[in-house]
Antibody, heavy 121, light 108 residues
Framework: QVQLQQSGPGLVKPSETLSLTCSVS??????????WGWVRQSPGKGLEWIGS???????YYDPSLKSRVTISVDTSNNHFSLRLTSVAAADTAIYFC?????????????WGQGTAVTVSS | EIVMTQSPATLSVSPGERATLSCRAS??????LAWYQQRPGQVPRLLIF???ARATGIPARFSGSGSGTEFTLTISSLQSEDFAVYYC??????????FGQGTRLEIK
């Protein structure tokens, strides 16, 4: 059974970079056909897809965030990461890492526990 | 970008009754439509994928239907644990993957 465990800071200063990691257990990123991604949820709001990455490093991003987002995989350590640069208050949200079965079936069948990130000085 | 619109925003239903939630896509998504449940303070949970296939472990009282631009999630005989927020999501044309704004199912 695949499990996703998130780690990273809960407080980031404006204009700085948000960095989160999602460790995968129960599956090897290196050999799987799954896609690994990130979704966020602003306080009291709905779900917003950020992007996803394949085991080979192919990435897809939401166009509105593309200039600031990098999602990468580390197959050696079996984890994947999110970097969001130049954060502002509007980036305050709960960030979830996620797994989708395969390309192009990008529904999310496994979720991380969520990390609440606040952007504030 | 495909815009997903859910209705109603809030639905009040009594326990034991049936709930019908709607999701409309701004253009056809075929059957590439998923539904999620999110209880307060919890992580979203996949209920339905492919418009009508139940995810592993999802009770049979949850059913999905529709194709193209109109979709429905039906919950027959509501249980107390079913009162939550429900989201639809399309994965037909991406990026970006897009979600509806959610329907809050509350106890009447």
């Amino acid at each position: 059974q695949v499990q996703l465990q998130q780690s990273g800071p809960g407080l980031v200063k404006p204009s700085e970079t948000l960095s989160l990691t999602c460790s995968v257990s129960g599956a090897a990123i290196r050999t799987s056909s799954f896609y690994w991604g990130w979704v966020r949820q602003s306080p009291g709001k709905g779900l917003e897809w950020i992007g996803s990455v394949s085991h080979s490093g192919t990435t897809y991003y939401d166009p509105s965030l593309k200039s600031r987002v990098t999602i990468s995989v580390d197959t050696s350590n079996n984890h994947f990461s999110l970097r969001l640069t130049s954060v502002a208050a509007a980036d305050t949200a709960i960030y979830f890492c996620s797994r989708s079965p395969s390309y192009p079936y990008q529904y999310i069948d496994v979720w991380g526990q969520g990390t609440a990130v606040t952007v504030s000085s | 970008e495909i815009v997903m619109t859910q209705s109603p925003a809030t639905l009040s239903v009594s326990p034991g009754e049936r709930a019908t939630l709607s999701c409309r896509a701004s253009q056809s998504v075929g059957s590439k439509l998923a539904w999620y449940q999110q209880r307060p303070g919890q992580v979203p949970r996949l209920l339905i994928f492919g418009a009508s296939a139940r995810a592993t472990g999802i009770p049979a009282r949850f059913s999905g239907s529709g194709s193209g631009t109109e979709f429905t999630l039906t919950i027959s005989s509501l249980q107390s644990e079913d009162f939550a927020v429900y989201y639809c999501q399309q994965y037909h044309s991406w990026p970006p993957i897009t979600f509806g704004q959610g329907t809050r199912l509350e106890i009447k």
